[in-house]
């Protein structure tokens, strides 16, 4: 069972240096349903989560390669939402999910990609990452009081390098993150502004949601503008080959959640991944468990 898309038309591009800005603008906020009713939509989501949970089996018992989902997006851009209903067939034991909020002063004592390489996954697990090391170029370039927190070496940040650097030490990191067996998946959510301020309005309209909301919310929805300037910017300068950008249409929350689920269900399939061939110590050690075991039943 496979959707009618292609997850292709979904990844940004891998820009040159002479490649124009990327305007958040033009890429869609929401596509045409990829489903026919709320029951269809279930039985594509069925599907899936089966596919994933015996590919993250195969992933395990493997043990060669690890996958790294980030999320990233706008506020309500629903983040919390597709990580729970895309990997809920996925098996606990192999599977961690880690959000990344305001640093702690420990983790501001170190570079910035100390908290988040801690996090990173095992080989045979998925680890993932619901905001990650991309917030070093999103709020921190977007909110100047963010970065002058991170005592970095006095007159580097202002120094026109600065930004390239971090995009730079990113693109590297996850090269070689792919050079150890971690597939790197990043996806954006995105979300139009008058989408956010539907979800917003929901939250603050119904009690169960009012935990959920607060003045901050406002405070970033007023500096819509620049935080879609600085996505544009990092999506253009870090999507490379090895580790793409998906820009994710998220207006539509199921359409979101099996767009997702495809890409990754299609990169799983891609890994070089199968369940280990026993040598013949192993087979020799099956047999007389199964004798032994055979033997205690007749007991």
């Known amino acids: 069972m496979n959707l009618s898309c292609d997850p292709k038309d979904f990844r940004v591009p891998v820009s040159g240096k002479k490649a124009k800005p990327l305007k958040l603008e033009k890429l869609p906020t929401a596509v045409d349903k990829l489903y026919k009713n709320k029951k269809d939509y279930r039985s594509f989501m069925e599907h899936f989560t089966d596919e994933l949970s015996e590919l993250q089996r195969v992933l395990y018992a493997h043990g060669r390669h690890s996958l790294l989902l980030i999320f990233q997006g706008m506020d309500t851009a629903g983040k919390d939402g597709v990580i729970r209903h895309v990997m809920s067939g996925v098996n606990p034991q192999g599977c961690q999910v880690h959000s990344f909020k305001q640093p702690s002063s420990e983790e501001l004592a170190h570079d910035y990609l100390w908290r988040t390489t801690k996090r990173l996954p095992m080989r045979g697990h998925i680890g993932i990452f619901n905001r990650s090391y991309y917030e070093e170029v999103l709020i921190v370039k977007a909110v100047p009081e963010v970065l002058a927190g991170q005592s970095l070496p006095e007159g580097y940040a202002e120094q026109a390098r600065f930004w390239p650097d971090r995009y730079r030490d990113i693109v590297q990191f996850e090269d070689y993150l ?122």
């Open 178 to 299: 792919h050079r150890n067996g971690t597939q790197v998946l990043k996806f954006f959510l995105h979300l139009s502004k008058e989408e956010q301020r539907k979800r917003l309005l929901s939250r603050a309209d119904e009690a169960d949601k009012h935990w959920k909301i607060s003045t901050e919310d406002l405070k970033s929805r007023a500096m819509w503008d620049d935080f879609q300037a600085v996505y544009g910017e990092c999506l253009q300068h870090t999507s490379h080959a090895l580790a793409p950008w998906y820009a994710i249409p998220a207006d539509d929350k199921r359409n979101a959640r099996l767009i997702i689920s495809h890409i990754l269900v299609e990169a799983l399939r891609a890994l070089p991944i199968s369940y280990p061939e026993p040598d013949q110590k192993q087979l020799a050690e099956v047999k007389r468990v199964r004798e032994a075991l055979r033997k205690d039943r007749k007991k």
